[in-house]
C-alpha cells in the first residue's frame, strides 16, 4: 500500500490539494500529463493554468464569491494567496495575470520536497490500494475518463465551454472608449465599449450571420447555461445580449453624461496592460467571422487578436451519484474528487475543492476521522450541493447564497441578509477549521 498520496492533475484544484498535503507533512505524487500530453485549450506546461477568464470574480465584502475566498483564506489556500500576489486591475474582482500566476504556482509546488513530480499521463487507479485524489478538471483525457466510468459505472455527463477573445491593448481605439466601474464600485479598472442603438442594431445582425465552427459527427453541443457562447445568447432574441454581458446599466458614460445603448467591457489581462479581455464574449465562432464582427465593436474597428475565443469540452462527473459531502467516492472511499471534474463550476470552487479534498485525504491517511464542514459555510453548502442534488438533472454549479441554508428569520434588507450569512458562515468555519486536526 503506498505511502503517499496520489494526486492526479495538477491543475487549479489538484495543485491546491498537492499543497495542502505536503504542508501537513504528507508525501504526494503529482502526476500532470502536460506538455507530455496537451489538451484542446491549454497553452503552457505551467501548472494552475486559467484557459477561460481571468477573473476569480468578486472580493466585495459579504458577496457569495467573497465569502467562499474568505473562508480559503482563512484556511491557508496557497493558491489565492498567489493571486492576491499577481492580481491586476479588475474594479471590485480578484483577477490576475494568468501566466506569472501559473508560474508562480508551479514553481511553489516545484520547490516544495514532499511534492514529488511527475509529468505523464494516469490511465489507471489503484482504488483499493492508494488514497487518490482526482482532480484532472474539464479536459480529462480519454484514456482516463475510461477508467473514471469504470470506477463510477456510469458514463460521464459532459457539458461544452468557451472561450474570450483577447485583444492588444495598443490597438484599442482610446478615442472611443472610456474607463469605468460599473456603478462606480472598485476603481475605474475596465474599458468599456459604448453602442449606440445603430451600432447594437449592426453588430447583433453581424453576429447573428456569423459562421460558428462545424461540430463533428460525434459532437452534442450541450452547453452549460452559465456559460453560453455570445452567439448563442444572441439567437434568443435581439436584446438578450443588451439584458446579459452588454447590460449598460450603472455605466454612464463621462464624455456624454449618458448610460449608452449597450456596452462591451474589456479586462486587464496581465500585469504589463498589454492586452484585454473581452468580458463575456466566448464564443465557437470561425477565427476570421470572430475579427470581422468584434470589429463591429466600437473601439475595436482595427484590434489585432492574441486569441481568438474557442470551445472545448467540460467533463464531470454526476457527482450525487457518486459521491460523499467529504469528496470521496461511496463504493471506493480512498478515491476523491475534486475540481470541475467534481461538479463545481468555476476557478474559485474548483480551488476550494481541492483545498478540502487535500485536507480529507491527509486525514484519511493519518486514520483520523475526516470531518466535513458546516452546512452553514460555503465550503459545506458547496459540498452538500454536488453530493444530495438532484442527481437525474445535475449540472455544475457556482456558489451562490441559494446554496447556502437560508436565514431563519425575514429580512427584507438583502445586504443585511447576507452580511448576517456571512457572518455565521465564517463562525462555524472558524470552529470547524480549530477542531479539525493539524490545520
Known amino acids: 500500500m503506498s505511502s503517499s498520496i496520489k494526486i492526479i492533475g495538477a491543475g487549479l484544484a489538484g495543485s491546491e490539494a498537492a499543497w495542502q498535503c505536503a504542508r501537513r507533512g504528507l508525501a504526494v505524487d503529482l502526476y500532470e500529463m502536460r506538455p507530455v500530453k496537451s489538451t484542446p485549450a491549454h497553452q503552457t506546461p505551467h501548472f494552475a493554468e486559467l484557459v477561460c477568464s481571468n477573473s476569480l470574480k468578486s472580493d ?4 457569495a464569491p467573497w465569502l467562499l475566498k474568505e473562508e480559503m483564506r482563512r484556511a491557508r489556500s496557497l493558491l489565492l494567496e498567489i493571486a492576491q500576489q499577481t492580481s491586476v486591475p479588475a474594479g471590485h474582482a480578484l483577477a490576475v495575470d494568468r501566466d506569472v500566476f501559473a508560474v ?4 511553489a509546488l516545484e520547490a516544495q520536497p514532499l511534492i514529488r513530480i511527475h509529468r505523464e499521463e494516469v490511465t489507471r487507479v489503484e482504488e483499493a490500494n492508494d488514497i487518490t485524489i482526482i482532480a484532472t478538471g474539464p479536459l480529462t483525457s480519454d484514456a482516463l475518463s475510461q477508467e473514471i466510468a469504470r470506477l463510477s459505472g456510469s458514463n460521464h455527463l459532459f457539458f461544452y465551454d468557451s472561450i474570450s477573445p483577447i485583444v492588444e491593448a495598443d490597438s484599442i481605439d482610446q478615442s472611443r472608449v472610456y474607463m469605468a466601474a460599473r456603478y462606480d464600485k472598485g476603481t475605474a479598472d475596465y474599458i468599456n465599449c459604448p453602442f449606440t442603438r445603430e451600432e447594437y442594431d449592426r453588430f447583433y445582425d453581424g453576429l447573428v450571420e456569423a459562421q460558428s465552427v462545424e461540430a463533428k459527427d460525434w459532437e452534442k453541443l450541450n452547453y452549460f447555461e452559465g456559460c453560453l457562447p455570445i452567439e448563442e445568447i444572441a439567437r434568443r432574441g435581439r436584446d438578450t445580449l443588451r439584458f446579459g ?7 454612464r458614460d463621462p464624455k456624454t453624461g449618458k ?6 467591457q474589456l479586462r486587464q489581462e496581465n500585469l504589463r496592460a498589454d492586452s484585454y479581455n473581452i468580458v463575456g464574449f466566448q464564443n465557437h465562432l470561425k477565427f476570421g467571422e470572430q475579427a470581422r464582427v468584434m470589429r463591429l465593436i466600437p473601439g475595436l474597428e482595427n484590434a489585432k487578436f492574441l486569441r481568438y475565443g474557442q470551445i472545448h469540452r467540460n467533463t464531470y462527473i454526476n457527482s450525487p451519484a457518486l459521491l460523499l459531502e467529504t469528496l470521496q467516492m461511496r463504493e471506493h472511499p480512498r478515491v476523491l474528487f475534486a475540481g470541475q471534474i467534481s461538479g463545481v463550476e468555476g476557478y474559485v470552487e474548483s480551488i476550494a475543492t481541492g483545498q478540502m479534498a487535500g485536507m480529507h485525504a491527509v486525514a484519511l491517511t493519518r486514520g483520523e476521522q475526516v470531518q466535513v464542514p458546516p452546512r452553514a459555510t460555503a465550503f459545506g453548502s458547496l459540498v452538500n450541493y454536488i453530493a444530495h442534488a438532484e442527481a437525474k438533472h445535475f449540472q455544475p454549479a457556482n456558489i451562490t447564497f441559494d446554496l447556502l441554508p437560508p436565514w431563519p428569520e425575514k429580512i427584507r434588507d438583502k445586504k443585511l441578509r447576507h452580511q448576517k450569512q456571512c457572518e455565521l458562515a465564517l463562525s462555524h468555519l472558524d470552529s470547524w477549521l ?3 486536526q493539524n490545520i
Open 434 to 436: 480549530s477542531g479539525y
Open 60 to 63: 466585495s465584502e459579504n458577496t
Open 104 to 107: 508562480n504556482v508551479t514553481e
Open 259 to 264: 448610460t449608452p445603448y449597450a456596452v462591451v
Open 245 to 251: 454581458p452588454m447590460k449598460p446599466v450603472g455605466l
